[in-house]
């Protein structure tokens, strides 16, 4: 039997059965240093809020990833909003972490009103880097 003929007899898989929207971004490391350091702390005040910019502190080259990490997510969740998140701005989402570092959404504003509006039960981020780039994940129950 293939995974089609099987998924297909059984139904959704029951970990993906509460799964009802994904958001996924990707940002070059390198394009957004280079916004930085052409537009400076005017740029990263539109795109972080306070707590986001304290996070990200560290040697330029941690900051501008730990940066787009953030920057990705927050599109990523952006995006599992969908239509719903129309006129969300990039201060209405926040992406905190908890006690054991992982990546969570704190949303405000119109991105909280539009999770309200869609009636989700919760929000998971999942933010990663390497060679250049940070890609994030995020799931919409």
Wanted: aromatic share 4%; proline share 4%; glycine share 12%.
């Amino acid at each position: 039997m293939s995974v089609a003929e099987a998924l297909s007899a059984t139904g959704p898989l029951p970990a993906l059965a509460g799964i009802r929207a994904v958001g996924i971004d990707v940002v070059d490391v390198e394009r957004l240093r280079g916004m930085v350091e052409r537009h400076g702390q005017r740029i990263v005040g539109r795109l972080l809020t306070v707590n986001e910019q304290a996070l990200c502190d560290g040697s330029p080259r941690h900051r501008a990833y730990r940066m787009a990490g953030r920057i990705a997510a927050k599109e990523a969740v952006r995006k599992a909003l969908g239509g719903y998140g129309e006129g969300c701005g990039w201060l209405d989402v926040e992406i905190g972490r908890d006690a054991s570092g992982q990546p969570v959404p704190r949303l405000t504003g119109r991105a909280e009103e539009a999770f309200r509006r869609a009636a989700y039960s919760g929000l998971h981020v999942s933010i990663s880097h390497e060679a250049g780039v940070a890609v994030a994940i995020a799931v919409a129950d």
